[in-house]
């Protein structure tokens, strides 16, 4: 049984994620020996009351649970093949909550168990605020005995924890549900336009589709014009929320896995390629929502 008593965490990898879930674990009595290559992510997390120390290895060798919040699978891997694995006591648990390639998280998981290790890829959603709030979803993917001795701290840092297959497969959940919100936050955005160049209002629209089949998250809930749900990103001038940069970082997981394995996903391939162009043209700060202004002016003038 994973307890504050008997389980000591290295968390490497404190940004705007690890560090409010590394916080978390703290707060539930948990020693958490620290580590992020950048200096204000270490002052924030002694703040917060984790060990910070001197290397992701010295994380390592001291912990029973490795936790990782990186932002690729590169990271990932060249941190387990660097020292990382191999600084640990035999049998140490690996947890990766970053959003990576399945094959790289099927590879991290050979690594970990080649090296004598136990591991599960653990991605989450909820956003910096379900961080800090602790009530992050999390994904995972791995043995059952892995996830059991996992769910404790991913329940600390979570309020839905899901065990959804073996290796790699929490990962291909993560990737799936944003391929859909992607897809689904297009689809909304072009139909607002098109019902605005028809004479069509957008609180009319709202109000027949969201009692329709039009029906989805993306609408109700996190609606990408202003006015019909007053806390979407729409209201506040399209800041995160989710930012294009991160939702055209997950459609690309999700097209590299539609090509990998042969599905023919058109509309996933196209969500990767409309999230790409307008993150370059916006800088990608923008939350994933302002598609719609983009689609927009494209269809202004014709
Ligand atoms: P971030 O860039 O804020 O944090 C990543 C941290 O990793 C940085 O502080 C960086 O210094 C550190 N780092 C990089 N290489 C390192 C190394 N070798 N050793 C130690 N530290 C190292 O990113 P984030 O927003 O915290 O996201 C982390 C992961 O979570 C990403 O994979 C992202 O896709 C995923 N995610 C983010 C969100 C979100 O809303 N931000 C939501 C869900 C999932």
């Keep these: 049984m994973t307890t504050p008593e008997n389980t000591t965490i290295g968390f490497v990898g404190l940004g705007h994620m690890g560090g409010p879930m590394a916080a978390n674990l703290v707060k539930a009595g948990y020693k958490v020996l620290g580590f992020d290559l950048a200096p204000a992510a270490l002052e924030q997390a002694t703040k917060d009351g984790a060990t910070v120390v001197t290397s992701s290895d010295e994380a390592a060798a001291a912990a029973?649970?490795?936790?990782?919040?990186?932002?690729?699978?590169?990271?990932?891997?060249?941190?387990?093949?660097?020292?990382?694995?191999?600084?640990?006591?035999?049998?140490?648990?690996?947890?990766?909550?970053?959003?990576?390639?399945?094959?790289?998280?099927?590879?991290?998981?050979?690594?970990?168990?080649?090296?004598?290790?136990?591991?599960?890829?653990?991605?989450?959603?909820?956003?910096?605020?379900?961080?800090?709030?602790?009530?992050?979803?999390?994904?995972?993917?791995?043995?059952?005995?892995?996830?059991?001795?996992?769910?404790?701290?991913?329940?600390?840092?979570?309020?839905?924890?899901?065990?959804?297959?073996?290796?790699?497969?929490?990962?291909?959940?993560?990737?799936?549900?944003?391929?859909?919100?992607?897809?689904?936050?297009?689809?909304?955005?072009?139909?607002?336009?098109?019902?605005?160049?028809?004479?069509?209002?957008?609180q009319a629209f709202f109000d027949v589709a969201s009692n329709a089949s039009g029906q989805c998250w993306s609408l109700t809930t996190y609606c990408p014009v202003p006015g019909p749900v007053p806390t979407s990103p729409a209201n506040k001038d399209y800041q995160p929320g989710f930012a294009t940069a991160l939702m055209h970082k997950d459609l690309g997981l999700a097209a590299n896995a539609l090509r990998a394995n042969g599905v023919d996903g058109l509309l996933g391939l196209h969500a990767e390629e409309i999230y790409n162009r307008f993150k370059q043209e916006s800088g990608g700060g923008l939350d994933f929502s302002a598609i719609v202004t983009d689609i927009r002016k494209r269809s202004e003038g014709a």
Excluded at 103 to 114: F, I, P, Q, W
Excluded at 152 to 178: E, R, S, T
């Design 64 to 202: 029973d649970v490795v936790i990782t919040m990186l932002p690729s699978g590169k990271h990932v891997i060249d941190l387990y093949n660097g020292g990382l694995l191999a600084s640990a006591k035999p049998g140490t648990l690996f947890i990766d909550s970053s959003t990576i390639d399945v094959a790289d998280a099927k590879t991290a998981n050979e690594l970990a168990v080649a090296a004598g290790h136990r591991a599960v890829d653990a991605p989450v959603s909820g956003g910096v605020a379900g961080a800090a709030a602790g009530t992050l979803a999390f994904m995972v993917g791995g043995s059952e005995a892995d996830f059991e001795s996992a769910k404790p701290l991913l329940d600390v840092m979570g309020a839905k924890v899901v065990h959804c297959g073996g290796a790699g497969v929490g990962q291909a959940a993560k990737i799936c549900n944003n391929m859909v919100l992607g897809i689904s936050m297009i689809a909304i955005s072009e139909a607002f336009v098109l019902g605005e160049k028809l004479g069509l209002t957008n």
